[in-house]
């Protein structure tokens, strides 16, 4: 087996990063899609560490731990917005949440 | 050897988890294999020497992020989700055609840069790995160079704070 | 020794894991036994008094007991999580205590070259995987709580996760100034900074520098635990059993563990963070460990006594308390620390 280097790391993170696009396309869960774009980010954290760990420079870490709080800002904001819609339509189903779009 | 082993258990794990959580039909399953997920990411961070931010992964992410998701998924318990609705404007085909698309602009990134290794990367490789513990290099970076970027994500954070409240409120 | 085995120092360690698990376990289960005796004599009974001396072989027979109950699952419950639930809970209780020391190293009478520290893994940054791996065990109860499909179980799994976050952030700011103090994430380090004492007779201990943390902690600790006057999740006059309402047999027998070792868990951390760890006079050193199972069983009598004392809060004051009074007071604790750090040096 070949050792492992940064480029698996990236490839991992690749394919990562396409479970949650194609989370993000498919599914129509207004939840389930925030998981997804969570996989997104998750997928460009590797990407971040694994630079770090190949230049030996903790930058990248600092700024996943910067990916980490805006992710938490997000969630608390989107959640807010998916409780406040659902007491209004009661649905999560992303195809009709169409009342800005005149 | 071990590392390998490792690496290749880890990542079948991460996108085995991965795809259950986009393909779940159960929105509560959906979020058990997220977290999952994040704690298998959480070890390829401990295999990159990142520990702290393996920690922060757990703790914030899987701990407290993913803990707010399956409140709301709790709270809001649907009966029937709308992926069960029918798609009438076929939108989930569209997306998969879409995401192939990306996977291919990816690959074909990926398949070009492994032809060609970047030469400052190599000359990178080359200096020393720090032996400092890997918590206080991120602290210095934090609270030095970093120091703007970091207030501004606490602001960010209370922007949110009071913007989930108000969300959420039924009457201010 | 032959030479397909693995050398000494790993056996020795594999045996160091199988020590502390077990010890866990045990400590559990002396603990459900002092519980139920210091119950019975605060309300003037006797208590578990036929299995062994004194009933102390009580828990092995309520284990079990329920080792050959009947397995009931609700039919409209979701049999994934429910089965995995109490798996997280136990799960999550034991891997905390990886990381914490509760004695110097030993070599095993001259048996390895290499002296072992006993600890099953020395991280350095072992109070925040202390942390996260606590935040953790709340799925156990949450998805517990939800997969019952009981309406008792979902209002007892919510209460407790919204308790445990609302814990949690006194928790680590209580932890926080300790970790300026001793300037490491590592607990042995925390432990051996409290070494030596003040004009010969009292302990650098923590717990004298920071007696206020030291409050926060266990009342935070309190409600990490869900115990009485904290114990909201499964308030048996309000919620019957709360999250585990529907468990039977060994899934029950997995959450009743998961409380115990949790409990066990948290007062050794406070032992290392506050008390000084394995550190006492009197006892040669590979004898210290001693110092930290006393340390720990009072603390755990601390919890019992107050469990048998106080009655239980209203759920919205524990909130307020937690929010309002408890978190403030922890921020100012912090910040006079650091402020006390700077100014003295």
Not at chain 1, 69 to 97: H, P, S
Not at chain 3, 26 to 45: G, H, N, P, T
Not at chain 3, 134 to 161: D, E, P, Q
Not at chain 3, 169 to 187: E, F, N, P, Q
Request: hydrophobic share 60%; charged share 10%.
């Amino acid at each position: 087996m070949t050792p492992i280097t940064p480029y698996h790391y990236l490839v991992l993170s690749a394919a990562l990063f396409m479970l949650g696009v194609i989370g993000v396309m498919t599914r129509r869960n207004i939840i389930i899609i925030f998981m997804s774009i969570e996989l997104m980010l998750n997928a460009v954290n590797i990407n971040l560490a694994a630079f770090s760990q190949q230049l030996h420079n903790a930058v990248g870490q600092v700024f996943a731990i910067f990916v980490v709080a805006v992710a938490a800002a997000e969630a608390a904001i989107g959640l807010g917005i998916i409780l406040a819609f659902y007491r209004n339509k009661e649905t999560l189903n992303i195809d009709e949440m169409n009342i800005l779009r005149w | 050897m071990f590392e390998s082993i490792l690496f290749y258990t880890l990542a079948a794990f991460i996108l085995g988890f991965g795809v259950l959580v986009v393909t779940a039909r159960n929105t509560v399953h959906c979020v058990v294999f997220l977290v999952a997920n994040f704690l298998c990411v959480a070890m390829i961070y401990v295999m990159l020497g990142a520990e702290f931010l393996a920690i922060i992964q757990v703790l914030v992410y899987a701990g407290g992020i993913v803990v707010l998701y399956l409140f709301v998924v709790m709270l809001v318990n649907l009966k029937r989700g709308p992926d069960a609705a029918p798609d009438r404007r076929r939108q989930s085909r569209v997306g998969f055609v879409l995401a192939a698309v990306m996977l291919a602009e990816i690959s074909a990134i990926l398949v070009y840069s492994a032809a060609r290794p970047a030469s400052a990367v190599a000359a990178a490789a080359a200096t020393p790995l720090q032996t400092v513990g890997n918590t206080e290099v991120v602290g210095m970076l934090l609270y030095t160079d970093y120091l703007i970027p970091f207030e501004v994500a606490s602001m960010l954070l209370l922007v949110a704070m009071i913007g989930a409240i108000l969300l959420a409120k039924k009457e201010i | 020794m032959p030479a397909w085995l693995p050398p000494p120092a790993v056996l020795a360690h594999l045996g160091l894991i199988l020590v502390v698990f077990n010890m866990l376990v045990l400590s559990a289960a002396f603990m459900v036994w002092m519980e139920r005796k210091v119950c019975a004599y605060i309300q003037d009974r006797n208590g578990p008094n036929r299995v062994g001396f004194e009933g102390v072989l009580q828990p092995f027979a309520d284990v079990i007991k329920l080792l050959f109950k009947e397995e009931l699952r609700p039919k409209a419950a979701d049999a994934l999580l429910f089965a995995i639930a109490p798996v997280i809970s136990a799960a999550a209780a034991f891997a905390a205590f990886a990381v914490i020391p509760f004695g110097t190293s030993t070599t095993l009478w001259g048996l390895l070259d290499q002296p072992i520290p006993l600890q099953v893994t020395d991280v350095n940054v072992a109070v925040l995987v202390i942390f996260a791996i606590t935040s953790m065990g709340i799925y156990g109860i949450v998805l517990a709580g939800w997969s019952s499909n009981s309406k008792y179980s979902l209002l007892g799994g919510l209460r407790s996760s919204a308790q445990m976050i609302s814990y949690e952030l006194s928790y680590g700011l209580a932890l926080a100034a300790v970790i300026m103090l001793a300037g490491s994430l590592s607990l042995r380090e925390i432990v051996l900074n409290q070494a030596g004492t003040w004009w010969g007779f009292i302990p650098r201990w923590y717990v004298f520098l920071q007696p206020i943390g030291f409050l926060i902690f266990m009342t935070a600790g309190v409600a990490e635990t869900n115990r009485a006057p904290f114990d909201f999740p499964e308030a048996e006059q309000e919620l019957v059993a709360g999250y585990h309402t529907e468990y039977s047999s060994m899934s029950f027998a997995m959450f009743f563990l998961a409380e115990y070792v949790n409990m066990v868990t948290v007062s050794a951390v406070a032992t290392s963070l506050f008390l000084g760890g394995w550190l006492g006079p009197f006892l040669p050193d590979w004898l210290a460990w001693v110092w930290f199972l006393v340390k720990v069983f009072l603390i755990l009598f601390f919890y019992v006594w107050m469990r048998w004392t106080l009655p239980r809060y209203r759920y919205d004051q524990l909130m307020e308390f937690g929010w309002k009074y408890l978190l403030p007071v922890a921020v100012l604790n912090l910040l006079a620390t650091a402020a006390l750090i700077l100014w003295i040096g």
